[in-house]
């Protein structure tokens, strides 16, 4: 920033001599020193005076203080004592004048809504002398407040001006004309300042309206007059801008040596990088590509790749669960790099090594150990929390596990973590008996942290203490603000079961059973599942309905997902059969964990196995599905995929996959290492030009022609690539303001909206896009914002304009079908079903099978079916069964078949289901439903033999009881009176998603 330069005089020599900064006239540059709010601090002046004014002996006495003041330029004074006077003497008849000198200081110091109270209002009594040092000051006022073209009005007839005056109409009038985007203009208004009255300050500015004029020789000439000038010289920052201007201009006039020299003195100073980058792209311009790579890498240099290199096994390993690597792999990286800031990564695989082998003290003892040593931020907050796990609910040790909780709390990287923390603290805090001790945490988490992920599972935790103790209607309280503002939350099924729970304790069955249909169509795993047909059950059984009880009971029992146990076994089964080389079986194994964590990690694993068993395409395409999962675990099988693709022989998937992870915009040491295989391997092969044009930070420093409001925008599209989010929308914010009509201003309410989006202020997001032009990108983000705030017709209304728009910023398929999903569930959330038909319906038929949106293609597959839309529901359902050889799918897509009359095709499904798939549950369940096609295909004999088998291996159980009925039924055994089916054929039981 620039040191304010000698002001030019007004009036006299006397008078207010300071005022006129010049540097003011450089647009952003502000020198507030109040900024409090003109009425607070007429208030304030009061009080402060409040024994001065009756002092003085009258209205014109006092008048006379305040001008001798103004005049002998003890602006400070004036200004309190003004502002007493103008409390004190309401209607004075020097009011006018007293407002006036009032706003012009106030207009001066930066204080511009202040100035602009007093200045904008009607004062008759200011003579027609001073009127244009009014008019300046309330010039310099609305520039301030970004109001250009109300200031250049006013100065088209500032009034009668002195000689010295002259010169800050000029300067303010360059100012307007460079606000509106007229840079010649407001250059040709400067030169009209005596070159001899012409200080740093307006020479800087000077060369900034020449070069955004075009003008680069008189831009240099400019700079080097603004570096040379005794006259109000430039400070360090000034004189650093300058420098890095003139070397900007050197090099467009293609001087190269020249802009060396003028970057020079820049080096070693807070420009340095910068300046590097400007001789990196002079080096360039001369053919000296070389010294111009070592420059550039200089100025940008790579960190942490060469630590990735040892990362990325542990990292792998950690991927596919395989704990003996993993061990090995972070013991070897602590060994040799005990200090570098990736070692955190390797205590934790470490310990998490050590606890998979039952050594729980160990892990914590490691974790501690290392604790001190790792810098704030996300390192020692993941170190911390997963201490405190350790210590809690491996040890039970509450006091170790509250001192770590602590810990992670303090050093947090953000908001959502700091909640994530005491979400756990309050959840550890529970189980150990301190209630008191959860509820506060719970209570900070939704006061201070609002907006975060984890407030949902806050207010679900807040309805289960509340039940627990007794108070049923304070839990019920919470659990209904998960099922009110968090609709489409993971804990929204807990929350409605656990409402029914509390409305069935209080008497209220009918409620307890409306609350329970709140689940119909969400996923629910075993123990979800068991408590929902329980209650049901014991609902049903008070209002004396039996057969319902004991329908609900063996629905539970055929169409419940695995427990968290059973997918554990079902990952160790995979794992064994991958050992054993049964990669099909491990396929299926993998295919039917319900746990997301254990499935990614049984694709890596089959993934590693298939490529070395040479299968590269099929290994591929698993890695492939991983990598576009996003976060840490993407990026790490994208780094995997390009090493495959290398050692494969596939030089050009390898570099496109290397480009896709170098180009991420995430602090992972990963992305370095890509970026740095991508340099070594142009530096090989095609030389140190090549090389050069892939460094970002290199491509972004070209000192291009700057152009006014290009030149905003390439500031904000250079911090949005380089993560800076806030940097970004600052730049868009200041190109919105300066040129609100401007081409690029969707772009900019969208930069705006997706910066705080990313900060996770979605009201404002949503605010700044209902203002932005539409567009299928506008709409897109626009729905999401309304769809965060729970605005379910909004974000509806939003999707459908960005999958219908013909306008800029066309959507990808992957974002239209993600439209078409969010879309429909507004819909059903707000119960427009044929709405949610329409969108499901196509993102049914559309959608891939990938791992990122499996369960959701699944859901919509099962609404679909319930809503007899069956042929989306069987396209979906297809791709899914195909891809990953689950047992529910197949279940479900033979019940699809049946309902849709191909009984032949669905009786084909449910045996294979029945005969091929290792999930216990889903076979008995194939088998009951085939068994009554083939009844109804007139197989009666096929239909006993399955019934028998069913006897054979149920017996004892609620199921064993139905499957010996149904066999008597169809031997003709009157002994025993036929029961009816659990559910009619329209309602075949359930799958986990029921």
């Known amino acids: 920033m620039l040191n304010p330069a000698a002001e030019p005089k007004w009036r006299s020599q006397k008078q207010m001599s300071r005022l006129f900064s010049l540097n003011s006239l450089v647009p952003n540059f502000h020198r507030g020193i109040c900024g409090k709010g003109f009425i607070v601090a007429l208030f304030l002046a009061a009080a402060m005076f409040a024994h001065s004014i009756p002092a003085l002996a009258s209205e014109p006495e006092d008048f006379q203080v305040i001008k001798r003041l103004v005049e002998e330029g003890a602006t400070a004074t004036a200004q309190s004592q003004a502002s007493a006077y103008l409390q004190a003497y309401p209607q004075g008849a020097n009011r006018d004048r007293v407002a006036c000198w009032l706003g012009e200081i106030l207009a001066w110091k930066g204080e511009a809504k202040e100035a602009i109270a007093l200045l904008g209002q009607p004062l008759p009594g200011v003579p027609e002398r001073e009127r244009g040092a009014l008019n300046l000051a309330k010039a310099r006022a609305l520039l301030d407040l970004k109001r250009p073209a109300e200031a250049a009005l006013l100065l088209k007839k500032p009034g009668a001006l002195s000689k010295d005056e002259m010169n800050a109409f000029r300067r303010l009038n360059a100012r307007s004309y460079f606000d509106l985007d007229q840079p010649a203009e407001a250059a040709q208004s400067l030169k009209m300042i005596p070159e001899n009255q012409r200080d740093a300050a307006d020479d800087f500015f000077l060369g900034r309206c020449l070069a955004l004029s075009g003008d680069d020789k008189g831009a240099r000439e400019a700079y080097s007059a603004a570096l040379g000038s005794n006259v109000n010289g430039l400070d360090a920052s000034g004189q650093i801008k300058a420098r890095l201007a003139l070397a900007g201009c050197d090099y467009r006039l293609k001087d190269y040596q020249a802009a060396i020299l003028a970057a020079e003195p820049v080096v070693g100073t807070a420009g340095s990088r910068e300046a590097m980058l400007i001789q990196a792209w002079a080096l360039h311009g001369s053919g000296d590509d070389a010294k111009a790579y ?172 509340r039940c627990a103790q007794g108070d049923r209607a304070q839990g019920a309280q919470a659990y209904q603000v998960v099922l009110d503002s968090f609709p489409d939350a993971p804990e929204f099924a807990p929350a409605a079961l656990g409402l029914a729970e509390a409305l069935f304790s209080e008497g209220k069955p009918d409620e307890a059973s409306s609350a329970i249909g709140l689940t119909q169509g969400l996923p629910l795993d075993g123990g979800l599942s068991a408590r929902r047909s329980g209650l049901f059950a014991r609902i049903a059984l008070e209002q004396g309905r039996p057969d319902v009880a004991r329908a609900a009971l063996l629905q539970d029992w055929q169409g419940c997902a695995p427990l968290a146990n059973g997918d554990e076994s079902r990952f160790l089964m995979g794992a064994a059969q991958v050992e054993a080389g049964d990669l099909g079986d491990a396929s299926e194994s993998f295919s039917e964990l319900q746990d997301s964590g254990l499935e990614r990690a049984g694709r890596f694993r089959l993934a590693r196995a298939l490529y070395k068993a040479g299968k590269y395409e099929e290994s591929m395409a698993l890695v492939e599905g991983l990598a576009g999962g996003g976060g840490e675990e993407g990026r790490t099988a994208l780094w995997a995929l390009a090493s495959w693709q290398a050692e494969a022989g596939k030089s050009d998937e390898a570099g496109a996959t290397l480009q896709r992870l170098a180009s991420l915009q995430a602090d992972d040491p990963l992305v370095a290492l890509a970026q740095r295989k991508i340099e070594v391997a142009l530096l090989a092969s095609e030389g140190p030009a090549a090389a050069l044009r892939v460094i970002p930070a290199f491509l972004a420093a070209e000192p291009k022609s700057p152009e006014r409001s290009a030149d905003l925008l390439r500031e904000a599209r250079i911090r949005r690539a380089a993560g800076d989010v806030e940097g970004a929308a600052a730049a868009y914010r200041e190109y919105l303001d300066r040129f609100p009509s401007g081409e690029a201003g969707g772009e900019a309410a969208l930069g705006i909206a997706d910066g705080a989006a990313k900060m996770g202020d979605w009201s404002k997001a949503r605010q700044v896009l209902q203002a932005a032009p539409q567009s299928a990108s506008r709409d897109m983000l626009l729905g999401e914002a309304c769809f965060h705030l729970r605005d379910m017709p909004s974000a509806q209304a939003a999707f459908e304009g960005a999958i219908a728009s013909k306008g800029q910023g066309p959507l990808s398929q992957e974002q239209l079908l993600e439209a078409h999903y969010k879309a429909g569930v507004a819909a059903v959330i707000q119960g427009k079903l044929d709405g949610a038909r329409l969108h499901w319906a196509t993102y049914a038929q559309s959608a891939k099978a990938l791992p990122g949106n499996r369960d959701e293609l699944f859901d919509v597959a099962l609404w679909l079916q319930k809503q007899g839309d069956y042929e989306p529901a069987l396209a979906a359902l297809g791709k899914l069964r195909d891809a990953y050889r689950d ?84 031997l003709g055994n009157p002994a025993v009176p036929p029961s009816s089916p659990p559910k009619e054929k329209k309602d075949a039981p359930a799958a986990p998603a029921d």
């Open 294 to 465: 070592d420059m550039a890498r200089k100025a940008a240099p790579l960190s942490g790749w060469e630590d990735a290199a040892m990362i990325a096994p542990l990292r792998e390993a950690l991927l596919a669960r395989d704990f003996s690597a993993a061990s090995s792999a972070a013991a070897a990286f602590i060994k040799a790099k005990p200090d570098s800031p990736l070692a955190y990564e390797a205590h934790l695989g470490l310990a998490r090594s050590m606890e998979d082998r039952g050594d729980a003290p160990g892990a914590l003892s490691e974790l501690e150990s290392a604790l001190p040593n790792l810098p704030s931020g996300q390192p020692k907050y993941a170190t911390a929390m997963k201490a405190a796990e350790l210590a809690w609910k491996e040890l039970r040790d509450w006091d170790r596990a509250k001192r770590h909780f602590a810990l992670a709390k303090e050093v947090a990287p953000d908001e959502a973590e700091k909640a994530s923390a005491l979400l756990e603290f309050a959840r550890g805090a529970w189980e150990h008996g301190s209630s008191g001790d959860a509820l506060s945490a719970l209570a900070e988490l939704v006061k201070d942290h609002p907006g975060t992920p984890p407030v949902p599972g806050a207010y679900l935790l807040l309805g289960q203490i």
């Open 887 to 970: 047992a529910a799918v197949g279940f479900q897509y033979g019940y699809t078949l049946e309902l849709m009359g191909r009984a032949e095709d669905a009786l084909s499904a449910y045996l294979k289901v029945a005969y091929a798939s290792s999930n216990a549950q889903w076979a008995l369940t194939a088998r009951y439903r085939a068994a009554e096609l083939m009844v109804s295909l007139g197989r009666k004999d096929d239909a006993i033999a399955l019934y028998r088998e069913l006897v054979e291996r149920t017996q004892g159980t609620v199921q064993g009881d139905y499957a010996k009925k149904r066999l008597d039924q169809l």
